[in-house]
Structure formats: structure tokens, C-alpha cells
């Protein structure tokens, strides 16, 4: 919520640090998706697409049922105002920032349209380097070194239009080396555990630069830097210690408050429910205020506001979760339901069998 302009000027300056949330989530989702990748890669040499096709359809039953509700639910209010499904067509498909700058219109889908081109894409080209002849150790780290080294180049050689730090930061193409290095991650995990080992007794190196790269960036180092190349390795610098950071938090354990522990699995449980749906929750709340009179009196008042926000953020998120989320994902995990099946039942409906 301190990403969004709320009414406390304290916790306003800390705002800035919803950029950094973004890059560690990219960072932790490339180690963790890395990580099933990788081991579910083993096998495609021999179920070939079989393989790719059952990941696609994992990952997509995860995400693209809430994303599309939520998306029909922006056409008609989205805090930009309503527009038509014509206009916004390119949403369905995540071409809305593949290598351009994207409208205000459900603009919180960026990061999404990010992890959706790395579904995509990293499997496809493990599976291309398999077919090649290489093992999937050696696919893996040419994908990996593919989406770290093509955003940079891509930062530096062909910069959106105006070159502003802040666009670039919202674009596909420039931000899938933030992935790329979770993978690096998970790809140490897996094939060299020792030295993923190694790094946590290190852990306050990387924690240092990030530290570094916060504190330089609350002065607008990223904004000041007028030449293209430093901005693009910020980018990088930021997301290399973040995955760095990944080892020594894959150690944590849980906390002894059980209450915290439950509060924190339920947090996990609707976080992609709070993740599209906290904008059209705020939205909510503000309509409400200023249709009883009352949106002075306690948007101002941060210790009622924020309260009041993170509840019904919360609420929308788990109706959501249980109204939209979870019947796909039963759907998804019944035994023996695959992708091809799938194709096959959406055939039958339009055949009206």
C-alpha cells in the first residue's frame, strides 16, 4: 500500500521502496519457478512437449483465471475510468509493455505481463536447446545466460522513448534479467548445492549493496544517471544482490508465535488476490467515503484509513481467492486432468457435445 499516494507523509517516503518489492519478487519467483523447471526439464528429453505443454498448463490455470476476472472487472472500474474491450485487447495477451511503455489502464499488470513472457519463453528455448542435443544442464545455463545478457543489451541498444529510468522499469524486455538471475539461483540450488551453501554464510554482502543501492536510489541516483549503460547495470546491480540474498532466506524458519505463522500462510494463501485486487479494493473504499461524506474526515486520518484499507483489501482477496482462484485450482490438480485434456473438453463444448 506505501506504493500508492496515501495521506501519511512519513510512510510516503518510504514509497520508493515498493520499486525494490518488485525486484525481489522477481528475483524469488525465478528461483522458485527455476526450481521446478529444472527438475520437471530432466524428463523432456524423453516426454518431449508433453512436458512443456503440462508446465504451460500449470503455471496458466495458476494465473490467468483471476487475471482475466480482474481484467473485465477494470474494463468497467478501473480507476482511470472505463473504457471498451476493443481498446484493451492487447491485455488478454501481455503485449500491453512487451517493449513499450504502457498506458495508465490496469497498470499494476506489468509485473504479471513480466512473469508471463518468462512461462513462456524460458521453457520453450530449454526445450529448443534439448532438441539441439544439449543436456539440460547445459540448456539451462545458456537459457539463463540468454535472459540475463539480452535486457541488458536491450536497455542499452534500444531504449523506450523518452529514456526515463521510470518507464524502462515497467517494460518486459528490460526486466526479465531480474528472473533470469532467481534462476542463476536455482540452477546453483540444483546442481551446485555447495556453493549455494557458501553464499548464505555471506549473506551480509549482498545485504550491504542492497543497503547501498536503497539509499542511493532514495537520493535518484537511477534518475540522475543520464547514460543509458550505468542505468541498465543499476538495473542489473539491484537484481544480482537481491537473488544473492535468496540462499539466506531459504534457511529462515518459521517464527514461534503460531499466530504469526498462520497470518503469514494465509498472507501467501490470497497474496495474488491482494496482489490484482488491492487497487479496485482502495477504489472501493474511497467510493464509499465520498458517498457518506466522509472521505476528508478519514482518508487524511492515516491510523483509520490505512486500517480500514488493508481490511478491505484483505476481504476482497480472500472472496476472490475462494470464488475465483480456487475452483481452477482444483480443476487443475485433479489427477490425470492434463493440458491435452483440457484442449480436448473446450473441442467438445464447441462441438456442443
Known sequence: MLGHSLPSPILSNFAFLAIFG???????????????????????????????????YRRWMRTLPLYVFFFFVS??????????????????????????????FYRLSWSLAVEEWFYYTFPLLILLMIGFGASVKRAAMITIAVFIVVPFLA????????????????????????IGFGVLVAYLYTWHKPLFDRIIRFWYIPLAFVVGIIVLTKQGVPWTLNDKVLQSVFFSCSAIFFAALIPAFFHLRPSRSQLLNRFVKFTSLVSYSIY??????????????????????IYNNPW????????????????????VEKPFLKLRDVDGFSFVKFLKSLQRLGAGK
Open 304 to 323: 483509520i484509513v490505512y486500517p480500514i484499507f488493508t481490511l478491505c483489501v484483505y476481504l476482497l482477496a480472500y472472496l476472490t481467492y475462494r470464488l
Open 22 to 56: 518488485v525486484d525481489l519478487f522477481f528475483c524469488l519467483s525465478g528461483f522458485l519457478i527455476g526450481r521446478i523447471l529444472l527438475k520437471e526439464a530432466a524428463r523432456w528429453g524423453e516426454t518431449k512437449t508433453a512436458g512443456l505443454t503440462n508446465f504451460w
Open 155 to 178: 536497455r542499452v541498444g534500444m531504449p523506450i522513448q523518452p529514456v526515463r529510468y521510470d518507464d524502462a522499469r515497467y517494460v518486459v524486455l528490460y526486466r526479465l534479467d531480474a
Open 276 to 297: 490484482l485486487g488491492h487497487i479496485f479494493a482502495f477504489t472501493l473504499v474511497i467510493s464509499v467515503l465520498n458517498r457518506f461524506g466522509l472521505h476528508e474526515a
Open 75 to 104: 474494463l468497467k472500474f478501473d480507476w482511470q475510468g472505463a473504457t471498451t474491450f476493443g481498446e484493451q485487447f492487447r491485455y488478454l495477451v501481455f503485449a500491453q509493455n512487451f517493449a513499450w511503455t504502457m498506458t495508465d
